[in-house]
């Protein structure tokens, strides 16, 4: 419910009795229980605050709501003795003598009371651990609640933090702190002046309490003049936060993470004011509700810093974007932002420009001249085009990047440039600048006034030196947001003791299938294995079949610190070099690894089929199993070829080699798709972790047998967990991509003389196989690897909040994950609807949640994605060491996509995609020719089209160590080659089943 | 914007009461003087005024009586103006039908109602003000309400709502707290002996759960008790000061 401070009203109501609770501790109190003074303490106990209240059909509403004081609440000062502060449990969050000395103004010890805004704008101060002993006040808290939700979270983190001794004090309701709203006073000056009464209580209180001598002293910060004018006539001790700051002794280098907000009075007024002003949130919520502005969010362009889309939200028919183009039209959205757009007329949209666009700008604002993007295009391809009138909610957060000076030397103003190509380049202040230049840093936004090119924002930490690997992982893995830490004590303590035992207890819960001959089948170097297969034949000629996975849910209780940590990593992340584990390595890698030669709990999903893979009955079951062997794909496929093996392991393998045959060509029947994307693998130096070898991953027979039996148990459990809870099962769908989304697929093959049919899965997935050209046998790959980029991403969901549960790329109209619990928490979760299911496990409250079950679905899909990125940037990151180590090298390529000032090359050898341009700054652009209809791009007489083959050399350009880049030029075809300028960019990786 | 935060890291609900304290709750009886027995009650903001008639002869169809037990009559009603928005709510809606019906079962529960055969009790309660826990605000009036009238009960019947937010059972809510539409749990209890006469659950609740609420809403009504026992004592201490007897 929405208050609108502007209605509050506080009245007193005098009462005469009280509730039993209360009456009690007054009887502490108040002498023996004397009804006279207890009644007469009562009195002004009670307040109650009537609001009056528009409601959405017009008609005024009045609240009335209660609002107790008490006079229970602690100080928080583990020294003070007086009575509520003694006896309430919080009562020693701050520390009883806080260091002295530490700040040259106030030499004393103190307390730190901070007002709303510094809290809002100077967090990442707060968190420094050289902060300590600060008074959170609840009015302070409130406001930030209701300003930003992620500074909520930061200050909340803060103040749980034991070593930081924050206490929050609940001064509303507090019979001493609590002041009403005086008449013509708005809600802002009550809050400041609850603020200073709480500062003031503070001291009086500690006065009253210290017998001794120490002076023991609570300071207000605030950084409004007025406020702290106010304070200083009620004698109150207030600083400002940077000359608080200033003042410690102990850390100069705080003071480069002050935020910068501009104090707009003190600024000289730079002459040109570069942007349109924003339109305050009033007028944008009127523009919203006529229809003149829409809401979406924004979304930069990454390759061109003049453009962007603005996503709409809920729209679902196709014109969900608008388009955004030049530098005033953007008007200071970051990426991410919420913001409100207008649209323009209709004569002046434009189509996006299939242009590529860096930012270069100079240091300074006055040399930059507003350049109008000279590749507006009229005509019928143009898009819905608008401009930016006021941001709603900014989504800033901090960010990767390194520093360019400036070129003054004396100047502690400098540009930083984040490694986040969508996010502009921000201006930040620093003493430190020569010691930071060739370091990875963190930066955070903290505004963007209108005279200013870039946005103004300051200093967090540093990463390290750029180029270390160590510190580009790290960069990596911030920038994806990948939670990396290691694993926290309390996470550890949750973990079984080693060594392990199975005991008596254990084997009578579960099935005994020790017996079996089970054998797992992995990549190589795969330590954490969760799955295992079996084959067997029955008495009456069917097979038994059976999948174990590891049983990792009886190790992870719902609930408890493990969980948690696991929920919020949601997915293992696999990074070239090395793995970031969503749960402790004594689980991964052992203990619910189904390792060879060791008893482990599994899982199990039994089949009984016949010959030609019909399933006849299901069993799920717990068991232990002895895995027989650890094999490698290539192994497994060895052992299936070699005539002169027939121990049990084998023959098993050829069974299930069979039957997954017979699966697949069911699926396949059925319009499952079986698309492509480059994907390498790098041999990496085991003494300097340098790659040394780059191939593509090879797939090989037992590689399909695996997926099949995945599949099967996934779709299986699906369904069992699905008609067991309907309401809360989490399940996987794989939307079907809107037509629109295949134009360049179906374009592409046109220009090659096939057709392309995508009315549905089954026909594309028959025309993608009957799309041969004799003479180009990597034709086809390449057309499945565009296919694979007309797909939509696969989202985890929960059956209670969705009725579209289809799956388009397998053609199953029902999907979970089930057989990776080590690596994906979605799976623990669906072992554990099963597990209660077949009685194995009792269920717990947040399972049967449908909410907080599609809350988690959100995580765990964000995650996935976090997840995928960040392996595809180690991947190119990988693929730079690698040509750095290997000099200049010469690859056939084929042409993945036409651009029109540029093509993108695919090399399929290294699974590399890399752009070249045909124009560069200060050169004379050559003569292109743009055809849109085929695509294709004529360069002074040379044609390129799609999938045509083309030789180029790779080079590695580290000339920005920022962001090193892969060069590719043009061998062949041979024309006038001009200079080039490459962003790299890394092979799409698809994972969509 | 942030929505309300219910319950504080510190422990406190949004009007200052912790997870197990009640409202302030202030009675009084006898405010008729027509009726057998009247009270009139304040719980926080809501208000609740009681009505007692009987026990005498049963009215309407003489069909109705039973022959064992007397019949115990109720109905539930809300103002006009107990609510922010006006609104007219005409007799026998399905909210009030219900609640009519809970307060029926309630009090057969408590009133010895074998005492009195082929005769009849009405109990009417009318919402003054609603700001939460209308049923246990009507429970506790028509409690005092039928002392008042002088009817023999095994018990007093108290009542008290609890929901379960953030993982923590919270007593007595109030209509901001209802209305974020978590789960609610309203019990009328018979202190002495503990016994429930009614329990009724809205909304989801897992079944760990279950007994940290009651438990809570147990709680509740003790506290309740301690308050309508020492109103009751008030009462007659006032009315005849001499016959107050001790426990």
């Given amino acids: 419910m929405s208050i609108k401070k502007k209605g509050f009203k506080t009245v007193c109501i005098r009462n005469k009795s009280s509730t039993a609770e209360r009456e009690r501790k007054y009887c502490k109190w108040g002498e023996g229980g004397n009804r006279v003074t207890r009644e007469d303490e009562c009195e002004t106990m009670l307040k109650s605050k009537t609001l009056l209240k528009r409601t959405r059909s017009g008609s005024v509403l009045k609240l009335v709501r209660e609002h107790y004081l008490r006079d229970d609440i602690g100080c928080g000062s583990g020294r003070c003795d007086l009575a509520p502060c003694g006896e309430s449990g919080s009562g020693s969050a701050l520390q009883p003598d ?38 959170i006040l609840q009015t302070v808290l409130q406001e930030v609640r209701h300003r930003s939700a992620p500074v909520y979270k930061r200050i909340k983190d803060v103040i749980n933090n034991a070593e930081k001794h924050f206490y929050t004090f609940t001064n509303e309701h507090h019979k001493d702190t609590y002041i009403e709203q005086e008449k013509g006073e708005n809600a802002n000056d009550r809050n400041d002046r609850a603020i200073r009464k709480a500062v003031e209580w503070y001291n009086d209180h500690i006065q009253k309490s210290l017998n001794d001598s120490a002076e023991l002293q609570t300071i207000l910060i605030t950084n409004d003049r007025k406020n702290k004018e106010l304070a200083e006539e009620a004698g109150l001790i207030a600083f400002t936060c940077e000359e608080y700051i200033k003042s410690l002794i102990a850390s100069p280098e705080l003071v480069d993470r002050l935020a910068c907000i501009s104090d707009l009075s003190n600024e000289i007024q730079s002459t040109k004011l570069i ?271 059976g999948v174990h996975i590891a049983d990792v849910s009886h190790f992870i209780r719902p609930g408890n610190a493990l969980d948690q940590e696991a929920t919020n990593r949601g997915t293992t992340v696999y990074l ?181 049919h995508t009315d549905s899965a089954k026909a594309l997935a028959d025309s993608l196989d009957k799309a041969e050209v004799p003479g180009s046998p990597y034709l086809n790959t390449l057309l499945r690897i565009l296919a694979t980029r007309c797909m939509m991403q696969a989202v985890y969901f929960c059956s209670g909040m969705d009725t579209d549960f289809h799956h388009f790329g397998l053609a199953s109209h029902i999907y979970t994950h089930f057989t990776s619990p080590i690596r994906r928490y979605s799976d623990i979760i669906v072992h554990r609807l099963l597990a209660v299911s077949i009685n194995a496990d009792c269920t717990y409250p947040d399972l049967m949640d449908k909410h907080k079950l599609q809350a988690l679905c959100n995580n765990l899909n964000y995650r996935h994605k976090m997840a995928q990125y960040s392996q595809r940037a180690s991947v190119a990151f990988h693929t730079q060491l690698f040509f750095k180590n290997q000099g200049i090298v010469d690859e056939a390529g084929y042409i993945l996509f036409v651009k029109k000032n540029a093509i993108v090359v695919l090399i399929p050898k290294f699974g590399l995609e890399g752009t070249v341009f045909f124009e560069e700054k200060n050169k004379p652009t050559p003569d292109l020719h743009y055809n849109e209809e085929i695509p294709s791009l004529t360069v002074e007489g040379t044609t390129f089209k799609m999938f045509d083959k083309v030789i180029v050399t790779i080079t590695l350009d580290s000339s920005n160590i920022q962001h090193q880049r892969i060069r590719m030029a043009l061998v062949e075809p041979k024309f006038i080659v001009f200079g080039f300028n490459f962003p790299f960019k890394s092979p799409m990786f698809s994972s969509y089943n | ?206 079944e760990d759960h279950m007994e940290r609420v009651v438990d809570a809403a147990t709680k509740g009504c003790r506290d309740v008790y301690a308050v309508l026992d020492r109103i009751v004592r008030e009462h007659m201490e006032e009315v005849s000061p001499t016959t107050l007897v001790g426990e």
């Fill in chain 1, 98 to 135: 806080p260091p002295a000395h530490c700040s040259s103004l106030c030499p004393q010890p103190h307390y730190i009371v901070p007002d709303t805004n510094v809290v809002l704008h100077q967090i990442d101060i707060l968190e420094d651990p050289m902060i300590q002993n600060v008074v």
């Fill in chain 1, 275 to 545: 942007f349109p002003e924003h339109l305050p949130l009033s007028r944008i919520q009127q523009g919203l509700k006529s229809g003149k502005y829409i809401q979406g969010s924004f979304r930069a362009n990454r390759d061109n810093y003049l453009e962007a889309t603005v996503w709409l939200h809920g729209e679902e028919d196709e014109n969900n974007e608008v388009l955004i183009q030049g530098l005033k039209n953007l008007n200071r959205a970051v990426h991410e932002d919420l913001v409100a757009v207008e649209l323009l007329p209709k004569e002046s949209w434009v189509a996006p420009s299939a242009v590529i666009l860096q930012d270069e700008g100079q240091v300074d604002d006055e040399g930059e001249e507003e350049k109008e993007s000279p590749f507006i295009l009229l005509g019928v391809f143009s898009k819905a085009t608008g401009k930016v009138v006021g941001v709603i909610k900014r989504n800033w957060r901090s960010y990767c990047g390194m520093l360019s000076k400036s070129q003054i030397k004396e100047s502690t103003k400098h540009l930083f440039t984040p490694a986040d190509r969508r996010i502009p380049r921000i201006r930040i202040e620093t003493r430190q600048s020569s010691t930071l230049e060739n370091q990875r840093i963190i930066v955070v936004i903290d505004g963007w006034p209108r005279n200013s090119r870039y946005p103004n924002g300051h200093f967090v930490k540093s990463l390290g030196n750029a180029g270390d690997k160590e510190t580009e992982t790290e960069v990596l893995l911030l920038e994806h947001d990948v939670p990396h830490q290691p694993f926290s004590q309390a996470v550890l303590s949750f973990l079984p003791k080693v060594p392990w035992i199975i005991t008596k207890e254990d084997l009578k819960a579960r099935k005994d299938l020790r017996h079996l001959d089970i054998c797992s089948v992995d990549p190589p170097g795969c330590t954490d294995i969760d799955d295992a297969l079996h084959c067997k034949e029955l008495e009456n000629g069917n097979l038994e079949v």
């Fill in chain 1, 576 to 756: 070239c070099e090395k793995r970031i584990d969503m749960v402790p390595e004594l689980l991964s890698s052992n203990l619910c690894s189904l390792k060879s030669n060791v008893e482990r709990f599994a899982f199990s999903c039994i089949w009984e089929m016949s010959r030609n893979a019909e399933i006849i009955s299901t069993v799920f079951t717990k068991s232990v199993i002895n895995s027989k062997a650890s094999l490698t794909y290539a192994e497994a496929q060895m052992r299936i070829d070699d005539e002169s093996m027939n121990d049990n392991i084998t023959m098993g393998l050829r069974r299930l080699n069979t039957l997954a045959k017979e699966l697949k060509k069911k699926r396949v029947k059925m319009g499952a798709l079986t698309l492509s994307s480059p994907e390498v693998r790098f041999h990496i130096d085991s003494e300097t972790h340098d790659p040394i070898d780059l191939q593509t991953k090879e797939l090989r027979e037992t590689n399909s047998m695996v997926e099949e039996f995945m599949l099967l148990a996934n779709i299986s459990v699906a369904q069992k967990i699905y008609d067991e809870f309907s309401d809360c099962a989490l399940l996987r769908k794989h939307p079907e991509p809107p037509p629109s989304n295949y134009g360049i697929l179906v374009k592409a093959a046109a220009s090659q003389g096939l057709e392309i």
């Fill in chain 2, 1 to 206: 914007m942030a929505g309300l935060e219910l319950l504080s890291d510190q422990g406190y609900r949004v009007d200052g009461r912790k997870a197990a304290e009640l409202r302030k709750l202030r009675a009084r009886m006898g405010v008729f003087g027509q009726a057998d027995g009247s009270a009139y009650i304040e719980q926080g903001n809501t208000k609740a005024l009681a009505v007692v008639y009987g026990p005498h002869e049963i009215r309407g169809g003489r069909s109705k009586a039973l022959h064992d037990k007397a019949l115990v009559n109720c109905q539930y009603s809300m103002a006009t103006f107990s609510t922010g928005e006006r609104k007219r709510r005409p007799h026998g809606d399905r909210k009030s039908t219900e609640m009519t019906l809970h307060l029926k079962q309630t009090f057969e529960a408590a009133i010895m109602t074998q005492l009195y055969p082929r005769s009849q009790i009405d109990i009417y309660v009318q919402i003054l003000q609603a700001d939460g826990g209308n049923y246990c605000a009507c429970v506790n009036a028509a409690t005092l309400a039928v002392i008042n009238a002088g009817i023999p009960m095994k018990d007093y019947v108290c009542a008290c709502s609890t929901g379960f937010i953030e993982d923590s059972p919270l007593v007595d809510l109030s209509y901001i707290e209802e209305s974020t539409g978590g789960p609610q749990v309203a019990l009328a209890l018979l202190p002495k002996s503990e016994q429930i006469a009614l329990l009724e659950m809205n909304g989801r609740l897992h």
